[in-house]
């Protein structure tokens, strides 16, 4: 008789006002940055960890290991989205810090690369016009490049992201509250592998 999976160590997150933990991964680093950050922002107050190491913050989870984080860190202190380097950790160390700062978080988006997180994972493919729209059996959120895309898989169709939100992303900027970010507070509901 086959066994049911293990429920994941975040499992309990869900409900409560919680969104969980969820990781995010794209083929392209711009992608994967503005998909995290939206996934993120979409929650309303969330914590990003950039497992991928390419972006530069303050502190890292290498500092948070080896000097303890401070109170502004574990839990947050206003609405929106922190945002911290992986850096300095490796899987079983981020994996224990990410479990500690879960614990007061509402919502944790982990921004990884393909078997660098092994909790569920939202995978994010750009959705190209042409003879490139390769078909797949893939499940992903699509983020289209113009508007009347299909996608080659399963999975959410977002809008097209516009210039001035991805800048505002990309600065660090206040985004509005449209279609985009609506999209992707839907993504949380999804049953996620």
Not at 47 to 62: A, F, H, I, S
């Amino acid at each position: 008789m086959k066994q049911a999976p293990a429920p994941h160590i975040f499992a309990d997150m869900e409900g409560r006002g919680r969104r969980g933990v969820i990781g995010v991964e794209a083929p392209d680093p711009v992608l994967s940055l503005v998909s995290s950050l939206g996934l993120a922002l979409s929650a309303g107050t969330s914590l990003v960890v950039d497992l991928e190491g390419g972006l530069v913050t303050r502190r890292t989870l290498g500092d948070l290991m080896a000097h303890g984080p401070a109170r502004e860190e574990v839990s947050p202190g206003h609405p929106g989205v922190a945002i911290i380097s992986g850096r300095g950790v490796d899987e079983s160390e981020s994996k224990t810090l990410i479990e500690t700062l879960s614990a007061h978080w509402p919502s944790v988006v982990i921004r990884c690369q393909p078997g660098q997180w092994a909790g569920p994972i939202v995978p994010v493919r750009p959705l190209i016009p042409g003879i490139l729209a390769v078909p797949t059996t893939t499940t992903a959120v699509w983020q289209p490049m113009a508007s009347g895309m299909r996608a080659p898989g399963r999975g959410p169709v977002l809008p097209v992201l516009t210039r001035r939100t991805t800048v505002a992303l990309l600065r660090g900027q206040t985004v509005a509250r449209g279609r985009w970010l609506r999209a992707w507070s839907e993504v949380w509901s999804l049953p996620w592998g």
